[in-house]
């Protein structure tokens, strides 16, 4: 684009956010989050404890403007610099993954699912918010024939406002921006006046060995029964490699990721949180206990995970206005249990300090809808070179939230936000995806 490289971090607004995949992923890159869309309550209230400093606005986004959102950025703005200019308004990009179960190759694919269209809220804010560059996630089913007349309107009409458009010929991995999980997103990028470069990532590829190493073996600390956090610094240490990956100790917030301009924040690294167990009879552990790295348990059709491979696509169920339906959840690679939700944010790429909602069913539905954070990171340092910026560092420790953010229920959440009840998740009966096991 031809601009002088800035030091300024850029401004981001996030759409569709859930907990916050691809909040912390452009944070890493060096953006400053303004504020983010949240309609699920109990998911916007886990993304402000892990944001504090970001607005979250508790609504469907269908039902938002561009002056809503402008609004809640320069408040954001504000919580960001309370000394200093006032905003001036412009938002360098603008994030999102659109709810993308109408797509999904996961789930019944459903042309007329009415979550499709918010595609297209997602190109009516951006066109009327009209930020420097845009980036939208989805899953490789909405490169489908089936969808293109809906894709290439929502494409079409982003290229009339003037972004020019890559990323919307194939998807990419998860494991090559080193995350340790196959897990295939499209990740469509735009920017205003310029050129963006498509998305490639050559990372070393990161085990699920790697990832899970030097942390406690949650199956030997009883109190994970009743409770999803404890005090870890007595816990037996797992040493099924040798040494501690950089992977882990970067999550645990033991070295120095040079890649990382997200504010560090100010956490007790001496609690092991998110791991509450999941009570298994004798009979499920013994037919875990005779399932191979990277097979399925024929019974509960569990995948084992390989120590020396990455993971399959971490899967988030549906949210209680379609059932409330339990994905599978992975197998340990050598516990005879299913993974705990910290386990599974170590395979997303989630560092230790991110917090999940207390209870297991939310905690993994949370993961599995977010986008992996490293990845995310790579499409904000594209974006970022783009528009001719290499953003600053903070160094200013930040701390979380208000943990009574992390165990609210739907209504009390809703509450705490002042949350429109009409625009809230319909109640369906839960059901459980596993077989009895």
């Not at 599974?344 to 991110?354: G, K, Q, V």
Request: overall charge positive; some cysteine.
């Amino acid at each position: 684009m031809g601009q002088a490289r800035t030091r300024r971090r850029l401004v981001a607004v996030d759409l569709f956010a859930g907990v916050g995949g691809l909040s912390l992923g452009f944070e890493q890159a060096g953006f400053d989050v303004l504020a983010a869309v949240e309609y699920d309550p109990v998911h916007a209230a886990v993304h402000k404890f892990n944001f504090p400093l970001t607005e979250v606005i508790c609504r469907d986004v269908r039902n938002i403007s561009a002056a809503d959102v402008r609004r809640a950025a320069a408040r954001g703005w504000r919580l960001h610099r309370r000394s200093g200019p006032a905003w001036d308004g412009l938002v360098d990009v603008v994030v999102g993954g659109p709810s993308c179960q109408g797509f999904s190759t996961m789930g019944r694919r459903d042309r007329e699912d009415a979550r499709n269209d918010l595609l297209l809220e997602f190109v009516r804010l951006v066109i009327e918010i009209r930020p420097r560059a845009f980036c939208l996630e989805n899953v490789p089913g909405l490169l489908e024939e089936r969808y293109a007349p809906l894709r290439e309107s929502a494409l079409k009409q982003l290229e009339a406002a003037g972004y020019s458009i890559t990323g919307d010929g194939k998807p990419v991995n998860a494991a090559n921006f080193g995350v340790p999980q196959n897990r295939k997103r499209v990740v469509i990028l735009g920017v205003l006046d310029g050129e963006v470069g498509e998305l490639v990532g050559h990372a070393e590829a990161v085990s699920v060995g790697e990832a899970l190493s030097m942390l406690p073996d949650a199956s030997a600390i009883t109190d994970l029964v009743e409770t999803d956090s404890v005090s870890a610094l007595s816990a037996p240490m797992v040493d099924w490699v040798p040494g501690a990956s950089r992977y882990a100790r970067v999550m645990a917030g033991l070295e120095v990721d040079p890649g990382d301009r997200a504010r560090p924040r100010y956490w007790d690294r001496s609690v092991l949180t998110n791991s509450r167990l999941t009570l298994h009879s004798e009979e499920t552990k013994r037919r875990f206990s005779q399932t191979l790295p990277g097979t399925v348990e024929p019974v509960s059709r569990f995948f084992r995970l390989p120590l020396d491979g990455q993971a399959r696509t971490l899967r988030a169920g549906t949210g209680r206005e379609r059932g409330a339906f339990t994905s599978p959840r992975p197998l340990h690679p050598v516990r005879d249990r299913v993974i705990t939700v910290r386990e599974a944010a170590r395979i997303h790429s989630f560092p230790d300090w991110f917090r999940f909602h207390v209870t297991s069913w939310h905690g993994h539905r949370q993961i599995g809808n977010s986008v992996p954070p490293l990845m995310a990171r790579a499409a904000g340092n594209a974006i970022s070179a783009a528009l001719g910026a290499a953003p600053s560092r903070v160094k200013k420790e930040l701390p979380l939230g208000d943990p009574c953010l992390l165990s609210l229920s739907m209504a009390e959440a809703a509450k705490h936000f002042g949350a429109d009840v009409s625009e809230l998740p319909a109640q369906r009966t839960r059901r459980s995806a596993a077989q009895k096991v």
